[in-house]
């Protein structure tokens, strides 16, 4: 099975910085990763696909790069709506696998 | 609009078995793959099954295989997932989820049901 590493655990932070999330996959997937954010009682929301296409809908300040194993996703400006768990998922092969969540809080 | 509406969990005791349905509307559903993913009360999200549009492939996570079947009607736009022998730790809320465009097998999940909580206790 493939291990989708995320980190940090959780990250706080203050309305209007940017914020990083790394997720490291154990195998390559070559740009098999999505990006989903869920808040406290909520189902997941995809933000990115294809490790960098951002869905329809979804605010510009969340971006996604990288390829192969390593990547990351940013937002630029964080917003008081965006407080919230964020996982990754690698989409290369089955079982298809979540990263462990990144809880992004309020400074 | 894409809406997934699960039902179907409850309390059961180990050894049991509940039948989760998720009914689709929205989207041509014999187009897509389909899928379940549960997450345990405080914990992360683990893909459990995967079935694709027409019925012909299924996937399931080894902690379910040979206890779980996932299964769909076409032409009730419903996704099923029978689940017998149940133990303690498959409590969890169930979510059925839509692959996030027509590709199989692989892709990711796009929209998400709101979820159905399965709790198995004694």
């Known amino acids: 099975d493939i291990q989708m590493t995320q980190s940090p655990a959780s990250v706080s932070a203050s309305v209007g910085d940017r914020v990083t999330i790394t997720c490291r996959a154990s195998q390559y997937i070559s740009s098999w990763l999505a990006w989903y954010q869920q808040k406290p009682g909520k189902a997941p929301k995809l933000l990115i696909s294809a490790a960098s296409s951002l869905q329809s809908g979804v605010p510009s300040r969340f971006s996604g790069s990288g390829s192969g194993t390593d990547f990351t996703l940013t937002i630029s400006s964080l917003q008081p709506e965006d407080f919230a768990t964020y996982y990754c998922?690698?989409?290369?092969?089955?079982?298809?696998?979540f990263g462990g969540g990144t809880k992004v809080e309020i400074k | 609009e894409v809406q997934l509406v699960e039902s179907g969990g409850g309390l059961v005791q180990p050894g049991g078995s509940l039948r989760l349905s998720c009914a689709a509307s929205?989207?041509?559903?014999?187009?897509?793959?389909m899928s379940w993913v549960r997450q345990a009360p405080g914990k992360g999200l683990e893909w459990v099954s995967t079935?694709?549009?027409?019925?012909?492939?299924?996937y399931y996570a080894d902690s379910v295989k040979g206890r779980f079947t996932i299964s769909r009607d076409n032409s009730k736009n419903t996704l099923y997932l029978q689940m017998n022998s149940l133990r303690v730790e498959d409590t969890a809320v169930y979510y059925c989820?839509?692959?996030?465009?027509?590709?199989?097998?692989?892709?990711?999940?796009?929209?998400w049901g709101q979820g159905t909580l399965v709790t198995v206790s004694s």
């Open positions: 989820a839509k692959y996030s465009n027509g590709y199989f097998p692989y892709n990711c999940f796009d929209p």
């Open positions: 929205g989207f041509t559903f014999s187009r897509y793959g």
């Open positions: 079935i694709s549009g027409s019925s012909n492939t299924t």
């Open positions: 998922q690698q989409a290369n092969s089955f079982p298809f696998t």
